[in-house]
Nanobody, 127 residues
Framework: QVQLVESGGGLVQAGGSLRLSCATS????????MAWFRQAPGKERAFVAG????????DYADSVKGRFTISRDNAKNTVYLQMNSLKPEDTAVYYC????????????????????WGQGTQVTVSS
């Protein structure tokens, strides 16, 4: 079975930085895309960033472009999300996800495209 465990969340001031990690086990590398989603209170789960294991191709939500960077270490089976210039509106629970059945980023921006999810890590950005 595949397991995903997020870490690195916490409380930071606006303008600060955090790096989230998603440690994976099982057959995670058999999935084409790893992604980060987030869910704020009262909102639905939304795509943040995605990356392919094979080529490292990335995709970002418009709201985080230029501020967040997704990366992966295939040898360590780990995916990262470097978050800079954090804003209060970035406050959410951040989830790591693994999927592999789609062919376009349009597909992988949708939560139902993913087969496995971590439990989430809380990120709170104060003003």
């Amino acid at each position: 079975q595949v397991q995903l465990v997020e870490s690195g969340g916490g409380l930071v001031q606006a303008g600060g930085s955090l790096r989230l990690s998603c440690a994976t086990s099982g057959r995670t590398l058999s999935y084409y895309v790893m992604a980060w989603f987030r869910q704020a209170p009262g909102k639905e789960r939304a795509f943040v960033a995605g990356i392919t294991w094979s080529r490292g191709t990335t995709d970002y939500a418009d709201s985080v472009k230029g501020r967040f960077t997704i990366s992966r270490d295939n040898a360590k089976n780990t995916v990262y999300l470097q978050m800079n210039s954090l804003k209060p509106e970035d406050t959410a629970v951040y989830y790591c996800a693994a999927g592999g059945s789609g062919t376009t980023w349009g597909h992988y921006r949708l939560a139902p495209s993913y087969d496995y999810w971590g439990q989430g890590t809380q990120v709170t950005v104060s003003s």
